[in-house]
Each structure stands twice: as structure tokens, then as C-alpha cells.
């Protein structure tokens, strides 16, 4: 068993990442409908993060739903859609007690105008807050980032043999 002087000693991370992933499996092996996988999973991200921050945690990413995952099951996509809303509206009240800024990383492809409304307003409301940020990888795709990067680098006219990892960065 560790003494006091080896806990005193432990480093926190300062950025953690969290990919969801494997709630239908799990609601499956429990005999559950997929809904119920994806409340579990989110129930326990929420926990998770909380007691991140609580550790002193200053970033947290959570990867959350990818541009592939709207070809699912129109019923789990509503419901999950259900879930993310419910973070940006009433769990943001807790994440904003806390004083954490929300900041949501993703695409606007697919999303509705009330989802893109509550991102916005959760984003406004939390801008100043300062004891964490959780970064919400939503609606990503890293193929779709690349694509968007190189049609930004077509729009600005700049000659394909100049393109560097620094170009592409930046």
C-alpha cells in the first residue's frame, strides 16, 4: 500500500481523451435495447468527466459520434441525438456550476437547427468559465476533415506544390 509521501507525488494528466464506444455491445449483452446502452454509456461519460475535473483534470475530449455513425438506425440516431441535447441544455447547468467551458468540435452536416442553437447558446454560456474545458468531438470525421482543409487550400490558391505538413496545420 502506497504511503501519503507516494500520493503526493502523483501527476495528473493535464489533457484526457474519452472515445465512446461499445454501448450497444454492452446493452446486447445485457438484454437491453440499444437506447438503454447509450444511457448507460452517457450516464457514466458524465460521471467520468466529473470526477476528471474533480481530480484537476484542466482538458477533457470526449469523442462522442462521428459523421459515420448517421447511417445507423434512424430510431438510435434520434436517440442519441436526444442525449447530446440533453448535455448542451439541462446537464450543461452542472458542467456550468462547476465553472468548466463547453466547447463542441465537429461538423454542421446533419445537425438541426435547435441542435446547432443549443451548441451555440451552451458554447456562449460557458465561454468564460475557467476551472476546465470539456471538448465535445461531435459530428467529426478526420476523412472530412482532410477534405475540408484541402478545398480551403484550393479556395486560397495555393500552389499544390508548396503544401508541407505546416500547410496542411495550419
Same mark, same amino acid.
Given at each position: 500500500?502506497?504511503?501519503? +509521501? ?16 461499445? =454501448? ?7 438484454? #437491453? ?10 450516464? +457514466?461519460?458524465?460521471?467520468?468527466? !466529473? +470526477?476528471?475535473?474533480?481530480?484537476? *483534470? ?19 440516431? /434520434?436517440? *442519441? ?27 454542421? *452536416?446533419?445537425?438541426?437547427? /435547435?441542435?446547432?442553437?443549443? &451548441?451555440? +447558446? ?5 465561454? =468564460? ?16 476533415? &482532410? &477534405?475540408?482543409?484541402?478545398?480551403? #487550400? *484550393? ?7 508548396? !503544401? ?7
Amino acid at each position: 500500500m502506497a504511503d501519503s +509521501a507516494d500520493i503526493s507525488e502523483v501527476v495528473v494528466p493535464r489533457h484526457i481523451g474519452y472515445i465512446v464506444d461499445g =454501448n450497444r455491445r454492452w446493452a446486447k449483452k445485457h438484454g #437491453l435495447p440499444t437506447y438503454e446502452g447509450h444511457l448507460a454509456g452517457y450516464n +457514466a461519460l458524465k460521471e467520468v468527466a !466529473i +470526477a476528471s475535473l474533480d481530480a484537476g *483534470i484542466a482538458y477533457m475530449s470526449i469523442y462522442s459520434f462521428s459523421l459515420e455513425n448517421w447511417k445507423r438506425d434512424q430510431d438510435e440516431v /434520434s436517440n *442519441i441525438m436526444k442525449l447530446v441535447m440533453r448535455l448542451f441544455t439541462t446537464d450543461l447547468n452542472e458542467f456550468d456550476k462547476r465553472n468548466v467551458r463547453l466547447q463542441v468540435l465537429g461538423s454542421k *452536416i446533419h445537425l438541426t437547427k /435547435s441542435m446547432l442553437k443549443a &451548441i451555440d +447558446a451552451a458554447q456562449e454560456r460557458t465561454k =468564460n468559465n475557467t476551472a476546465g474545458t470539456l471538448a465535445i468531438c461531435f459530428n467529426y470525421s478526420g476523412q472530412q476533415e &482532410i &477534405i475540408d482543409a484541402t478545398k480551403q #487550400l *484550393i479556395e486560397e490558391g495555393i500552389d499544390p506544390t508548396t !503544401i508541407t505538413p505546416e500547410t496542411f496545420e495550419h
